[in-house]
């Protein structure tokens, strides 16, 4: 069965320091977004992106972050200059239009910045 | 603003009995409503939606209702298992794809 998949599943970071959190979606889908779900708490929408560009995004969504497809089969999340907030569990997901609301999510990177 | 909450934090039901997850929501503009299951470790998994049109829709073992005089939302498992232990998001979707999620049911199932 397809699924998303998501690298590394745990990346711990320095405060201030860059990471880049990759995401494979699954290949015919055409919708592509972000979440993240700080520990105990819902999970939160970050950004959506179609057509190689960002359809939506929250206010969580500063210029801090960005996201990129740089090839047919990635879909990165790169935080800038990490902050201790940043810490939480990010998902990828994909869904194969918006015609469908089955949006498939891939398992997670658990982000720790210290 | 938009937000999407659930009434308990937790529920403990026996095996065998069934389970009913309550949701509100507040954005009536939302065009589904969905239920997703997240097990520990792992992303939320899609089990079943609701086009805002309908009252009721009906899977496997699962019952999802909208009441949208109150904007209510509720999931219904038959013969709870205990592979159904997991923490339950409703969520509703705008026309964009985005899902706005409610904090959260965990549901213990007693064998």
Partial sequence: EPEVTQTPSHQVTQMGQEVILRCVPISNHLYFYWYRQILGQKVEFLVSFYNNEISEKSEIFDDQFSVERPDGSNFTLKIRSTKLEDSAMYFCASSPGTGSTEAFFGQGTRLTVV | ?111
Wanted: aromatic share 8%; charged share 20%; glycine share 10%.
């Fill in chain 2, 1 to 111: 603003g938009e937000s999407v909450g659930l009434h308990l934090p937790t529920l403990s039901v026996q095996e065998g009995d069934n389970s009913i997850i309550n949701c509100a929501y507040s954005n009536s503009a939302s065009d589904y409503f969905i239920w997703y299951k997240q097990e520990s470790g792992k992303g939320p998994q899609f089990i079943i939606d609701i086009r805002s049109n309908m009252d009721k829709r009906q899977g496997q073992r699962v019952t999802v209702l909208l009441n949208k005089t109150v904007k209510h939302l509720s999931l219904q498992i038959a013969a709870t298992q205990p592979g159904d232990s997991a923490v339950y998001f409703c969520a509703e979707r705008n026309q964009g794809g985005k899902l706005i999620f409610g904090q959260g049911t965990e549901l213990s199932v007693k064998p």
